[in-house]
Nanobody, 119 residues
């Protein structure tokens, strides 16, 4: 079992930046693939980015490529999402999630943090 707590959301103007953090409990963090997802009002939750256990590989949704960067610090049990050049369509609740089996199946989820981008 792992608990995930996101932070760093807020209100920002279009073109601005935010950095989300997700702190994980437990000792197995470095063995999990980690991901970020988002859910806009009235829409399904969608994949944003993921990072492998060592941080050696990262993956992004097309909509955020070149603007968002996922990273992790295994010593601090934390995964980050740096978001630059934010657009109003990035407005959503952002969730981090853990994939313990590294099979693309995210079993553990945080409570989410709201990101609002004003135009």
């Amino acid at each position: 079992q792992v608990q995930l707590v996101e932070s760093g959301g807020g209100l920002v103007q279009a073109g601005g930046s935010l950095r989300l953090s997700c702190a994980a409990s437990g000792r197995a963090f470095s063995r999990y693939t980690m991901g970020w997802f988002r859910q806009a009002p009235g829409k399904e939750r969608k994949f944003v980015a993921s990072i492998t256990r060592s941080g050696g590989s990262t993956y992004y949704a097309d909509s955020v490529k070149g603007r968002f960067t996922i990273s992790r610090d295994n010593a601090e049990n934390t995964v980050y999402l740096q978001m630059n050049s934010l657009k109003p369509e990035d407005t959503a609740v952002y969730y981090c999630a853990a994939d313990p089996a590294n099979r693309g199946e995210y079993e553990f989820w945080g409570q989410g943090t709201q990101v609002t981008v004003s135009s």
